[in-house]
């Protein structure tokens, strides 16, 4: 039998209590725990792999890469709630990943593509727009934390949110790609370069974007519709890939000034409880003041 080389007893050996101890300090982590973040490395590795097959000049299965790296980082958060297995390091993981896959790996996306036509200027267009990612995540990490923030504001994301924003960045690859058959050369670098520049402007700023979170339950009675569009929908994006991430990024932009007069309805509703608030608390003219 052999000893533990353990001061505390004569010849070596570790008291009991000490070992229960040791012991309990190796806690198992539960499945529940392991899951999402599984998701989020797999999410992780496809962004990478993503500006591999860029360099080697895949770039529809680049561009396919980083849409399936935004479709896990969609599911990864909504696995970890629905098993109950939400933490900050699964938080602090999903922050890191999305830096990677929708700021470097897009922008790195488009400068193998075509804004290395335009020298310098596109280098720091690919650099702007992997800037505002980071500043876009960590606004919105932030912002998390506030407690005194409206419950109507979850209906929206200040900003572009970063999976959008490398879904839409990519629009010129999509014509490109599609039937349309956009040609890729130098004269397309100034404006591929000066639509990076705009999408990069969306993802800080401070206008909203509908977020979609409060999308719950599907009526009984819409139940087989919705499964039938689904199911269309997934047919469409494998058939026509391209063609389908067109329409969605079009409809998404088309979006954005009715997210912004929602957002300025319900700016103004707060505004008016808080006035008739206000008004209900002063004491009317000529009434005597306790």
């Avoid at 980083?66 to 970890?80: F, S, T």
């Avoid at 890191?96 to 488009?110: Q, R």
């Avoid at 969605?248 to 700016?267: A, K």
Wanted: aromatic residues 10%; hydrophobic residues 55%.
């Amino acid at each position: 039998m052999v000893l533990d080389d353990k001061p505390g007893l004569p010849g070596g050996r570790e008291p009991l209590a000490g070992r229960m101890r040791r012991l309990r300090r190796i806690r198992r982590i539960p499945m529940r725990f392991v899951l999402p973040n599984l998701v989020t490395l797999i999410a992780l590795c496809l962004g990478m792999s993503s500006i591999r097959f860029a360099a080697e000049g895949r770039f529809e299965t680049a561009v396919l890469s980083i849409l399936a790296a935004a479709v896990l980082d969609g599911l990864d958060g909504r696995i970890a709630r629905a098993l109950e297995g939400t933490s900050r390091f699964g938080a602090e993981l999903d922050s890191l990943a999305d830096f990677i896959d929708f700021g470097v790996a897009p922008a790195v996306l488009l400068y193998f593509w075509t804004l290395h036509d335009f020298k310098s200027i596109g280098w720091v267009a690919a650099l702007i727009f992997a800037i505002a990612c980071a500043l876009r995540l960590a606004r919105f990490n932030v912002m998390i934390d506030d407690p005194n923030k409206p419950v109507w504001m979850s209906h929206f994301f200040v900003g572009m949110p970063a999976p959008a924003g490398a879904i839409v960045v990519l629009l010129p690859m999509y014509l490109h790609l599609s039937f349309v058959q956009m040609p890729n050369d130098s004269a397309l670098a100034p404006f591929a370069t000066a639509y990076v520049i705009l999408i990069a402007f969306l993802m800080v700023s401070r206008i909203p974007h509908f977020s979609g979170k409060q999308i719950g339950r599907v009526p009984r009675e819409w139940f087989i519709p919705v499964l039938f569009g689904t199911a269309v929908f997934l047919l469409m994006l494998w058939q026509f890939p391209m063609e389908v991430l067109i329409g969605l990024v079009v409809i998404y932009l088309g979006m954005i000034p009715f997210s912004i007069r929602r957002h300025t309805n319900y700016q103004k509703a707060d505004q008016a409880a808080a006035e008739a608030a206000e008004q209900g608390a002063v004491a009317p003219s000529g009434t005597p003041q306790a």
